[in-house]
């Protein structure tokens, strides 16, 4: 009874370890503006995020994928407004040394 045990446990174990170096990917294509390749094991929500252009999740696994769009300038221009610039970063690190 001991061995029987002691191998469902085992079982149980190895269960819990997932490889995922077999997982099929598919390509995800947005509006004609950008294409992803993602595990198959990703569905589409739409509760992550409410600007999102693609939303993808797998709960099981606890993977998460947004895609928010937005224009290169805004976005540059996000990192220097907030003081985000390498040299900020640099001078922040340097400083707290």
Known sequence: MKKIISLLFLVALSSCD?????????KKTVENKYSLSVPESLGVTTELNDQASLQLQ??????YV???DEL???FLNA???NLLTQHQI????TMRL
């Open 18 to 26: 997932q490889n995922h170096s077999n997982e099929k990917f598919e």
């Open 58 to 63: 797998n709960q099981f696994d606890e993977f």
């Open 66 to 68: 947004i895609v928010i």
């Open 72 to 74: 290169k300038s805004d």
């Open 79 to 81: 990192i220097e407004n």
């Open 90 to 93: 640099s001078m922040d690190i």
